[in-house]
């Protein structure tokens, strides 16, 4: 039989199939919370400008209630024939209260209230990813604060560098998910806008008040345009991009921590709450959620693509390919909630192995900078030249199995007859981060001005 929402005109009902690629309850009951609260603040609206009577509007009011505790109580018999949550919803009020329920459309399409709940949802979102992301912060700013000065290996190339602190590496990270939160916040203040009250794209001719439905649902304002309001999903796309960004410092992050814990590196060891181990080798503690949120940027990123990619080319107003963006954000949501919540748990339980990050920042030649800025400030070198000697002494170093700050000074004149023995000041890893005092470096004063910076800002 024909659709008792839309069926007016039509004889017959959908083909089976028809309803399966159209139904989007499956998924879109996700929106329950988002659309009752979107219809009361509607319901509300027509009666306080008088377009229903206020006895209805009370009817809907508490008949929308009613099938929400029923939604929430898992009570619920959800539709597939009924399509998606918002006749879902009101089929199931027009039970309940009879006929205001009719009475509650007026003025409003799907495509206005559709654009509303979801704007809700990732608003929502947005509010879940800035809380995760201050408890990310927080936790990587205690490992920051314990470690201000462990001296570890600085990498460029993955090739020891220069030393530079824990403190300081974490730090790195506190500012890239620090960009993450801002990402949010300018998302969030952008998409709070009501596209209620576009109705299907036009506007409508009754005198509604988009002001009143927007205050009502804590939007700042209606947006400025219907055609606008019911065609875009810009705000998905930007949660998603932000999503995007976020999940790529999370892989970074886990990348580090997977060779940081590995047999070979010994940088930190995981608590077992965070590590699995292996059914054959009994050795093996397997740093399985770094794996994990290293991974799930793929995910993520594929949400990401797939909507841009729905998007594009969409003449205004709606199309129904604009009902493929509520999987692709929920799963991206979840997803980042879930990584979030996990680097979170696994770095505030994480050890680090402040002896071997210190062992390993003292191998490798990591102060041949410091010894060539010796050259610089002390002799008068030209950098290049200084560049040059310092390259001789490491090669002379490597060959002979030792570290630069076990050359004898009879060594390093061989080289260079200039040479002092005030040059073995700088080559120990301390004095080397300590020395760095450039504003954002690495020495520990440095940082914990850094750490300091942002104890006030999440105060
Ligand atoms: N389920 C639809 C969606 O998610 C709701 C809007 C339907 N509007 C329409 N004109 N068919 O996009």
Known sequence: SANSMWGGRFAAGPDAIMEAINASIGFDRR????????????????????????????AIGKGLLTVLSEIEAGDFAFRTDLE????????????????????????????????????????????????????????????????????????????????????????????????????????RRRMNESPLGAAALAGTGYPIDRDMTAAALDFDRPMANSLDAVSDRDFALEFLAASSICAVHLSRLAEELVIWSSAQFRFVSMSDKWSTGSSIMPQKRNPDAAELIRAKIGRILGATVALFTVM?????????????????????????MLALAAMTGMLSDLTANR?????????????????????????????????HVTGSLVALAEGRGI?????????????????????????????????????????????????????????
Request: aromatic letters at 6%; glycine letters at 8%.
């Open 84 to 187: 998606d949550i918002h006749m879902n919803v009101e089929a199931r009020l027009k039970e309940i209260i009879g006929e205001p329920a009719g009475r509650l459309h007026t003025g409003r399409s799907r495509n206005d209230q559709v654009a509303t709940d979801f704007r809700l949802w990732v608003r929502d979102q947005c509010d879940a990813a800035i809380d995760g992301l201050t408890a990310l912060i927080r936790a990587a700013l205690s490992q920051a604060e314990a470690g201000a000065d462990w001296v570890m290996p600085g990498f460029t190339h993955l090739q020891t560098a220069q030393p530079v602190t824990w403190g300081h590496h974490m730090m790195a990270y506190v500012e890239m998910f620090g960009r993450d939160l801002s990402r949010f916040q300018d998302a």
């Open 355 to 387: 002896d071997r990050l210190e062992a390993a920042a003292s191998s490798g030649f990591s102060t041949a900078t410091d010894l060539a800025d010796w050259l610089v400030r002390e002799l008068g070198l030209p950098f290049r030249d200084a560049h």
């Open 403 to 459: 570290d630069l700050p076990d050359l004898t000074l009879d060594d390093m004149t061989g080289v260079h007859a200039g040479i002092t023995q005030d040059v073995f000041s700088v080559l120990g890893v301390h004095n080397s981060v300590a020395s760095r005092q450039s504003y954002g470096g690495t020495a520990p004063a440095q940082v914990r001005a850094q750490i300091a910076r942002w104890k006030e800002i999440l105060a």
């Open 31 to 58: 929106l329950y919370a988002q659309d009752i609260r979107g219809s009361r603040a509607h319901a509300a609206m027509l009666a306080a400008t008088g377009i229903i009577e206020g006895s209805d509007a009370e």
């Open 312 to 336: 594009k080319g969409l003449p205004l107003a709606y199309s129904k390919d604009m009902q493929e963006d509520k999987e692709q954000v929920f799963d991206a949501a979840d997803t980042l």
